[in-house]
């Protein structure tokens, strides 16, 4: 059994993740995944429900747990004694960009990234897309976890 880490943003938590998940568990034992923020997004939609959201998502998994995440990526691992990171791939902009981090993330501390690809009925899912659906009321639950599809239905519409 090995733990890893599965990180990302998670705004919101959609079936793409969750199979990725399942496969890293199902692949190397146990799974954290690192809620966090990425600098490089605007404000969350789902703000600090994100967190709640990949909980509730992944509860029917043995060996997986979530937790918030701060900071540099390869502090968080470290301080847990997680060596590898797995992450999905879906089309080529992820490949040039997991690269980029793959590299610097092992030359900071020697982290190994592991990249899953994506599920055939998943490869052209994308939080961002989700969440575009959802500002505009539209319906999206065939590609999030009932947990999410419940919130999105909370929250206030654009149009
Ligand atoms: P980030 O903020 O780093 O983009 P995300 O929350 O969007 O993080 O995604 C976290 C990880 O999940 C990334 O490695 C991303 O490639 C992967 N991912 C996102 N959507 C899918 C999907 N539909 N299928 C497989 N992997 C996905």
């Given amino acids: 059994m090995t733990l890893v880490l599965c990180p990302g943003s998670f705004d919101p938590i959609t079936n793409g993740h969750v199979d990725i998940i399942t496969r890293a568990r199902d692949v190397f034992g146990e799974v954290l995944v690192g809620v966090g923020r990425n600098t490089l997004k605007a ?3 789902f ?5 709640d959201l990949v909980r ?3 509860a029917h998994l043995a060996g997986v747990t979530a937790e918030p995440m701060e900071g540099l990526l ?3 691992a470290k301080e847990r004694g997680i060596t590898t990171v797995v992450k999905g791939l879906r089309f ?3 490949f040039d960009f ?3 981090l793959a590299h610097m993330n092992h030359s900071l501390t020697g982290l190994e990234t592991v990249l899953l690809p ?3 009925p998943h490869v052209s899912l994308s939080s961002t897309i989700v969440r575009e659906v959802i500002k505009f009321g539209g ?11 419940a919130a999105a239905g909370e929250l206030p519409r654009q149009v």
């Fill in 43 to 45: 404000a969350y939609l």
């Fill in 47 to 51: 703000g600090d429900r994100r967190l």
């Fill in 56 to 58: 509730e998502a992944t």
């Fill in 74 to 76: 390869v502090d968080f």
């Fill in 92 to 94: 080529g902009t992820d």
């Fill in 98 to 100: 997991e690269l980029q």
């Fill in 118 to 120: 994506a599920s055939a």
């Fill in 139 to 149: 319906d999206v639950s065939p590609h999030v976890p009932p947990c999410v599809a």
